[in-house]
């Protein structure tokens, strides 16, 4: 089985795990742990930044991690990485291969079975510590199987709602199911009704919430945000993406909270944090081509808020969605930076196409060739920006084309 087979085989088990009978019947059956310290993330926007900032940051202290986060740009072995370096093709398929027999067994999904590799990998690389971030939600998420030293949820806002709920309390409540007795939780700032949920389940299970500390003083300095927060000073970030600063404040205060169990100095921290890189998340790839991942309202925002803070170049938007995202507040957000924006579709199954975009296209323009349109802004406009976002999927395949 090569790479490609392996992405179809997936793909053709890409069925939702919003219930988690077969999985958990398999875990019962092979009386399955996983007894490494971790720190389990959630939420809406922000875990995949928040996960790969205490990656780096551990590593740079000299501890064996490893990271699992999802989901991934073009090859599924991006969602393993141990020691600084992604798994080997080689190494995930034997280990894939060893247990398919039982996958197929149980019917699992392609989440479920991509965590359980994970996690045998990890098992076997005799690591001190793992970060691990969900696939989606809380309770019956393929990874919410562990007892971690620290439950992270990052930010709550209105997405997955057909699976997760219609409100910001309901959500909050399924992605609180991370949290385990007596286990410290960290929440980034939300509001009241969604705290209120995760302090209701955190109260039952006697764990002790805190709220991330505040952060001043944020500013681009020589291209990079840089920011001083409760509980470190004089911190840089790799990226002029001020949203980001968030995310740092999460990992800032989650290291304080487990120094008594893995500890970090402070100058270690902030080295971390300085040298983390971030894919797809205000990456340039080409001097005025930038992708961005944002696939919600929320992230569109904070994607818009740091623009408007380090961006003074007219903007040409080429933007891709998913069609269960909110893609009109997702343009509506868009179109306070820029007056060119351009709808395109692209090679998945879940991406929109021409004919749902149709109430949209007397405002918006439509080019399903988007390395053409992509091409000809770069031709016509070479000192503006080229912004691709609207979907994490979309802008990760246009950043491996171009790379191309």
Do not use: W
């Amino acid at each position: 089985m090569n790479k490609e087979e392996l992405e179809l085989y997936f793909k053709d088990r890409n069925y939702p795990t919003y219930e988690r009978n077969q999985y958990d019947k398999f875990l019962s059956d092979f009386h399955y742990e996983f007894n490494i310290p971790s720190i389990h993330i959630t939420g809406t926007n922000g875990k995949g930044s928040t996960a790969n900032y205490l990656y780096q940051i551990y590593l740079k202290k000299g501890y064996k991690v490893g990271l699992y986060n999802s989901p991934y740009l073009d090859n599924v072995t991006e969602m393993v990485s141990i020691n600084g370096k992604q798994v080997e093709f080689d190494e995930y398929l034997n280990q894939f291969l060893a247990l398919q027999k039982e996958f197929e067994k149980y019917g699992l999904s392609s989440f479920e079975m991509q965590t359980i590799v994970a996690f045998e990998l990890f098992k076997k690389a005799n690591l001190d510590l793992v970060i691990i971030e969900v696939g989606m939600g809380g309770y019956i998420d393929a990874t919410n199987i562990i007892v971690p030293i620290l439950s992270i949820i990052t930010s709550i806002s209105l997405e997955h709602t057909s699976y997760l709920g219609g409100t910001t309390s309901e959500i909050a409540y399924n992605k609180s199911g991370i949290i385990k007795e007596n286990v410290p939780v960290l929440t980034g700032k939300m509001d009241e009704f969604a705290l209120y949920a995760i302090r209701e389940t955190a109260k039952k299970l006697h764990a002790p919430v805190h709220v991330v500390s505040e952060y001043f003083n944020e500013q681009i300095i020589d291209g990079v945000a840089c920011f001083n927060s409760q509980k470190l000073k004089d911190v840089r970030l790799s990226t002029p993406a001020l949203y980001q600063v968030k995310n740092a404040c999460l990992a800032i205060d989650a290291v304080k909270l487990c120094n008594d169990k893995f500890f970090v100095d402070d100058e270690t921290l902030k080295l971390g944090l300085k040298t983390a890189t971030l894919p797809c998340r205000f990456e340039y790839i080409e001097k005025n081509v930038m992708v961005d991942g944002a696939h919600n309202p929320e992230a569109m925002q904070n994607l818009v808020d740091s623009i408007k803070a380090s961006v003074d170049v007219p903007i040409h938007a080429i933007f891709a969605s998913f069609r269960d995202k909110n893609f009109s507040h997702m343009l509506n957000i868009l179109d306070t930076v820029t007056t060119d924006i351009t709808i395109t579709t692209f090679d998945h199954k879940r991406a929109k196409t021409e004919d749902e975009y149709f109430l949209f296209l007397s405002t918006y323009k439509f080019d399903a060739d988007y390395f053409g349109k992509i091409a000809q802004l770069k031709e016509e406009y070479p000192d503006d920006l080229i912004l691709i976002t609207g979907s994490l999927h979309f802008a990760g395949l246009v950043k491996r084309e171009l790379k191309k």
